[in-house]
Each structure stands twice: as structure tokens, then as C-alpha cells.
């Protein structure tokens, strides 16, 4: 049998290589059931792509898709609950399970029930050059660790040319539509009185307008206009990589799985770092989660099951994260001699996996799509001064609370 | 007697005729036009969002919920300022363009294909550009600012500018095409009167407001109604460029029908929003015609 294996790509370099490969290391044992890999765009594009087809009852057997995504999955019956598959595993099945970092295994339940299993997982690290901490006096290797401290030092990097205009900016956040509610699930976690998320976990909830929120709303738009030390206006996700690795900003926020991409493109000494905190550092967790189609026969299932243990195996997790930046997803990969080489050779790389454990999931809940749509507009009304951050959040929070009714 | 009837069978056989050359065409229309105007009509009246098995009657609630909505207000009025800044200067640069290429000199070729060649881009492309032009402190308009002592702009975050912004880049590329049909119109046009205008002594002015506008007003009513008509359906250029941003400053109607249809996935309201477009796209289309009907003069 044929089965399809709908994959995004999110992050800059030769994904879909290392994604073929797999699938034809597999075609290789398994001759019986050969995996069609279908590359479906980026994240969002390929929710589009699966929401078609499974409205057009032709879903593909298996697929990649958003951890976020799991509430909108399990309302529309769209995936397999990969409870009994575990259960048939025996001990073997629950070792498998326990194996998984716990900051990404947090992202496979709804009600109970495991739908998804981690694969191509990232958190959030700030990336800054090394060079310029040097040029303007700050020591390369002691990264600014709190909120005060950011703004301090990316005043300090921020270089104005003669002619008045920003040569180079100190910080970077991405802002646009569809990225900023990342930046901000992290903010929100490093200021929340007592680590809340921007939602609870079962996903009937948003907490948008909390004091602690507006506080660190506010603090962005001081970045912008009060301490001049990041770019004004919307930046985009897709520019603050070139940016930095054309020496226009110092440091950024940005995924872990654009590591392997930096690495290889600058031209300078850089660094990576846990995020700033306030009142504790926290990162958001991000990335794409296996999930198994329903409405698929029990034969499909099972060998699309296999197939997920096949590539998420301690060696090819290792194997994954040392080609794209991605996070390790499992504990028994770190043992492995070519997880412990990596690190070596690319210290850089353990920052996001140490990180983990003070991670927590981006903004999930049911219907994700519109809490996103709605908490990025209210961000950037706040950023170009179009509402107060207060006014913003709160606005937010009426529309949030108002969708999530009717799951209540 | 039998003559009659013969002519009624003529008349059965040809009219029978006509249904069948007909009909692949209703077929495909039905299918595709006809069909999902129905069916997004009676899907305006339910509600019908990701995870129901089937739509609920929800009688007017969506359209009381649109009505009463400031953000659908908010993209109702950028859809209309972005339609007049759109209309009105591709109106008026097509129009000069064509009567500065109505002639017969010799490399007209060159410059009719110049003015031209933006439409045979595809508006995505345009796009992709045009927003790397308006990049902020690096794209080609704020690095002209800055060279010239002016704060950079950043024209596309700005809720002020962003519209404009837009407009400008789809002035760039409507005004070739209005241009092709206003050349056709004015070519169309009897030199005689033109002749006949310079002997008497009019002056430019009067001869293009007196002679030119009036007999170019079939040609002014096709080109309104798809200038207006193309401002409205036009989406590419909002979800490469700003996606809506910021906060929805940029968002129009057929985007917004987008987002609610295939981002969330709310089929009942991305139907409803469709059922609002067809009826202004309907008054468009119907207002002009009507409006017009007393001024044209058909050769």
C-alpha cells in the first residue's frame, strides 16, 4: 500500500531533503508500505491543505501540522487518538512515550487523550553578535538575562550613523501577522505572576488582558519609542534573519531551527542565549507534531504508526536536529555519540535544549487560528500607537472571550 | 396550411438548436456561478464553523453580527478609499497615456508596449517588489528619504500610509491597461470632428472637454466599471504585502472573506461577507449602467 505524508517546512535550508530521506530509508525496509512524502508549503499553507482535504473526506494518512493545532483536529474528528497504539506497544509504548522531552509531550493532549507525536520541535533563543558586543564595550560572553538588561545593552548597540539615520538597531522582534503572538507567549511567561500562559490548558480559556501583559506590551513599545534601540513598525519573521547576518541588528528572537542556517551564513562570531525574563526567564515551545488521519483503514493506521516511531527514533531525532537546528525531541537521543560530537562542535546548540525545561506551549486553544489573528492585531495596534497597550489587550481579551463561548 | 407548418417545425427545430449549443454553457454556469451564489446565500442564514457536522439556521444572526461590527465598517471604508484611490488616477493617467500614444510616429510601439508591459506581470510579482521597495530604513523609498535628510517612512506600517501605499503600486499597473482601451476608444473616433474643432478655432482644452469625453463615454463606462469592479477582487497584493496589517488598516472585503473562510474556516460568515460583496458589486455594475444610459451616444 501507498500511504501520504503531507509535510511542512518552516525554516530556512534544505528541509525537504532530509524529509525525503527518511521517507526512502523506510521505502527501503518496508517495501510493503511505501511512505509518498508530499511537501505542502509552510505551516499555515499546509493547514489549508489538510482542512481541504479532509472536508473533501480524501485525507492524507498521515501529516505534520501545528501543535497548536491539536484542539482544531480533535473537534472536527479529524485525527486518530493514539492512546490504544501506545497500549498495544505494552511497556515498550509508555517507555517510548516517557522518552519524550515533557515540554513538547505537554502539546499531545486534549482531554485525556495522546493525538500527536513531537517532531519538529523548536523553542525560542535570542541569537546576537558577538562582534558588536565587543565593539561597544559589553562582554561577548555574558548576554543580557534580564529585561532591564536588554534594553540597557541594545541602547548600547545601537549604532546612528552621521547622518542621523539607525545603522544598526540593538533588538530585533519579529511583528508581523502569524509571528508575533510567539514573541509574546514568551513576554508573557517571563512576567506572569505565577508562569500562567496566555491560555489555560484545556484551551477554553485566554488570560490577554492580565496586568502583567499590558506591562509587557508596553515594554515592546518602549523598545520601539522610548529607548529607540529596535526598528520602528512591523518587522517581518522572514527579514530579521538577513538583518542580522547583514550586521543591521545585534540581537534577535528567533527559532532554534534556523541555527544550522545562521551557522552556516554568518560571517561573524555569534552567540546564542536564553531569553531575557523579568520575573523569571520562560521561552515558548513551537513547531510541527506528527498527527494520523481518521477515516483511514486500521491496517493504514498501524503502519503509519510504525513509520512515526521509524522517524522519530533516538538516532534519527539526533540525526534531525543536528541537520536542521530543531530541538532534540528525546532524552536517550543526548547519549548518543553524534548528539555529544554536535555540541561539541556547535556549543550554540545545547542553549535551546537546555532552555526545555523553562519552556512552555505558544498560544493553543480551541479555534487558534482566530486567537492568533485577534492577539496579533491587538499588538499591532498597540505598536503603531493606535491604541494603548491597556486598551489593546483589553479589546483582545473581549473578542477572545466571545469566540470561546460556545465551547464552554 | 401546410406551409404553417412548416414553419413552426423550422421554428421548434432551430429553437431546439439553440438549447443545445447552449448548454455546455449553462451547465458551467450553473455549476460555477449560479449554483454557489445559491448555496452561500442560504449559507449566510446558518451557522456553520470548523468542527460541525452540519450547518445550524441561525436566521440574520450573521448579518446583524456584520452590521453592528466596527471592524467590518473599518474594511468597508478602506475597500471604498482604496477603490477611488485606485479609479481615479488610473482613470486619469490611462487616459493620458492613450492620447499621448494615439499617433503614428515612428518607435510608438515601444512606448505603447512600455506603458504596457506592468499588466502582463503577474500582480504577485508586482507585489513582491513593491514591498521591497517599501521595506523600512532598506527598502528604495525610505533609503531615498534618508539620503535626503527626511526620516525614513516605513510606509506599510503606518495605518496612514499603507492604503495609499498599496494604491500607488496598483495605480503602476491598471493605468497600462485602462490605457489599451482608452486607445481603442479614441481610435474609434471620427477625425473629421477633430478637423473640424481645430478649423474653427478650439482650443485643447475645450476640444477634449467638449468632443473627446463625450464620445469616449462607452469607453469611460466599461472602464469605470472594471476598475471599480478589479479594486474590489483584488487580494494578492494584501496577503503578500501586509496580511491586513497594521491591525487591519489594510484589510478588504475579499480578504476579510478569505481569512473567515479558509484561515478559520468559518464557512457561514466567510458567505455571508460574499453575499455583502455581490450586491455592491451588483449596485456597481447596475448604477452605472442606468446612470449612463441618458449620455451615450453610439455611433
Not at chain 1, 473526506?57 to 480533535?74: A, E, G, V
Not at chain 2, 421554428?11 to 445559491?38: D, E, G, K, R, Y
Not at chain 2, 467638449?210 to 469605470?224: G, Q, S
Not at chain 2, 473562510?261 to 452605472?288: N, P, R, Y
Request: proline share 5%; net charge neutral; hydrophobic share 40%.
Amino acid at each position: 500500500m501507498e500511504l501520504t505524508f503531507f509535510f511542512p517546512v518552516n525554516v530556512g535550508g534544505s528541509v525537504t531533503k532530509l524529509v525525503d530521506k527518511i521517507c526512502n530509508d523506510w521505502n527501503a525496509e518496508h517495501p510493503e508500505a511505501i511512505i509518498k512524502p508530499v511537501y505542502t508549503g509552510n505551516y499555515d499553507d499546509t493547514v489549508v491543505k489538510i482542512q481541504s482535504a479532509i472536508q473533501g473526506k480524501n485525507p492524507p494518512d498521515l501529516f505534520i501540522s501545528l501543535c497548536t493545532q491539536r484542539f482544531s483536529m480533535y473537534i472536527q474528528d479529524a485525527v486518530t487518538p493514539l492512546d490504544e497504539f501506545i497500549k498495544a506497544d505494552g511497556a515498550e509504548g509508555q517507555a517510548y512515550i516517557d522518552d519524550f522531552l515533557s515540554g513538547f509531550m505537554e502539546d499531545s493532549y486534549v482531554e485525556g487523550h495522546i493525538i500527536s507525536i513531537p517532531f519538529q520541535r523548536s523553542t525560542e533563543i535570542m541569537y546576537y553578535n558577538k562582534d558588536t558586543f565587543r565593539e561597544v564595550g559589553l562582554d561577548p560572553d555574558n548576554p543580557p538575562r534580564t529585561w532591564t538588561e536588554l534594553a540597557e545593552y541594545a541602547q548600547k548597540l545601537t549604532k546612528v550613523g552621521p547622518d542621523g539615520n539607525v545603522e544598526r538597531y540593538g533588538v530585533g522582534i519579529a511583528l508581523n501577522s502569524g509571528s508575533a503572538q510567539w514573541q509574546f507567549t514568551g513576554y508573557c511567561l517571563q512576567n506572569s505572576k505565577n508562569g500562567e500562559n496566555l491560555m489555560s490548558d484545556d484551551g477554553k480559556s485566554i488570560y490577554f488582558d492580565t496586568p502583567e501583559n499590558v506591562e509587557a506590551l508596553q515594554f515592546w513599545c518602549d523598545l520601539q519609542n522610548k529607548y529607540k534601540c529596535m526598528q520602528p513598525g512591523i518587522v517581518q519573521w522572514t527579514d530579521l534573519v538577513g538583518q542580522f547576518l547583514s550586521g543591521k541588528v545585534a540581537m534577535i528572537y528567533h527559532t532554534t531551527g534556523n541555527l544550522t542556517n545562521i551557522n552556516n551564513n554568518a560571517t561573524f562570531d555569534f552567540g546564542t542565549c536564553f531569553l531575557p525574563g523579568n520575573k523569571r526567564q520562560a521561552a515558548p515551545t513551537g513547531g510541527g507534531n506528527f498527527y494520523i488521519s481518521k477515516g483511514i483503514s486500521k491496517e493504514r493506521q498501524q503502519k503509519a504508526w510504525e513509520f512515526i516511531k521509524f522517524a522519530t527514533s533516538p538516532e534519527r531525532a539526533a540525526q534531525w536536529s543536528i541537520d536542521t537546528g530543531y530541538v532534540v525531541t528525546r532524552k536517550s537521543a543526548l547519549e548518543l555519540p553524534e548528539m555529544k560530537e554536535y555540541y561539541e562542535k556547535l556549543p550554540q546548540a545545547r542553549v535551546a535544549y537546555e532552555q526545555i525545561p523553562i519552556s512552555k506551549p505558544e498560544l493553543t486553544s480551541y479555534d487558534s487560528t482566530r486567537m492568533w489573528r485577534i492577539l496579533n492585531d491587538a499588538i499591532q495596534a498597540a505598536i503603531t500607537g493606535e491604541k494603548t497597550p491597556e486598551k489593546a489587550l483589553r479589546t483582545a481579551q473581549a473578542e477572545a472571550d466571545e469566540v470561546l463561548k460556545k465551547y464552554r | 396550411m401546410r406551409l404553417q407548418m412548416l414553419k413552426q417545425k423550422r421554428m421548434m427545430n432551430s429553437s431546439v438548436q439553440a438549447w443545445i449549443l447552449l448548454a455546455p454553457t449553462l451547465l458551467f454556469i450553473s455549476v460555477f456561478t449560479i449554483f454557489p451564489i445559491i448555496r452561500s446565500f442560504a449559507l449566510s442564514f446558518t451557522a456553520y464553523e470548523l468542527g460541525m457536522k452540519r450547518p445550524l439556521f441561525i436566521g440574520a444572526g450573521n448579518y446583524s453580527y456584520f452590521l453592528t461590527s466596527g471592524l467590518f465598517w473599518k474594511i468597508m471604508k478602506n475597500t471604498l478609499f482604496f477603490s477611488v484611490l485606485t479609479v481615479v488616477p488610473s482613470y486619469a493617467i490611462g487616459l493620458s497615456f492613450a492620447m499621448l500614444v494615439n499617433n503614428n510616429r515612428k518607435g510608438i510601439g515601444i512606448l505603447r508596449t512600455s506603458y504596457f508591459y506592468p499588466v502582463v506581470m503577474p500582480l504577485i510579482a508586482i507585489a513582491s517588489i513593491w514591498m521591497f521597495m517599501y521595506m523600512p530604513e532598506t527598502g528604495m523609498f525610505d533609503q531615498i528619504l534618508m539620503n535626503h535628510g527626511k526620516r525614513p517612512l516605513a510606509a506599510l506600517s503606518d495605518k496612514n500610509t499603507v492604503l495609499p501605499a498599496m494604491a500607488m503600486m496598483y495605480v503602476w499597473r491598471e493605468a497600462g491597461y485602462l490605457m489599451i482601451f482608452f486607445l481603442s476608444g479614441l481610435q474609434n473616433l471620427d477625425r473629421e470632428l477633430f478637423e473640424a474643432a481645430r478649423i474653427d478655432g478650439s482650443t485643447f482644452l475645450d476640444t477634449f472637454r467638449r468632443i473627446t469625453l463625450p464620445l469616449l463615454a462607452p469607453t469611460t463606462l466599461f472602464v469605470t466599471i472594471m476598475a471599480i469592479t478589479d479594486s474590489i477582487k483584488l487580494i494578492d497584493h494584501i496577503v503578500i504585502m501586509t496580511e491586513g496589517a497594521p491591525n487591519n488598516a489594510s484589510t478588504l472585503l475579499l480578504y476579510y472573506i478569505y481569512q473567515q473562510g479558509f484561515i478559520f474556516f468559518d464557512q457561514a460568515k466567510a458567505s455571508t461577507l460574499t453575499v455583502f460583496m455581490l450586491f455592491i458589486m451588483l449596485i456597481v455594475s447596475m448604477g452605472k449602467f442606468i446612470s449612463s444610459d441618458r449620455k451615450i451616444y453610439y455611433n
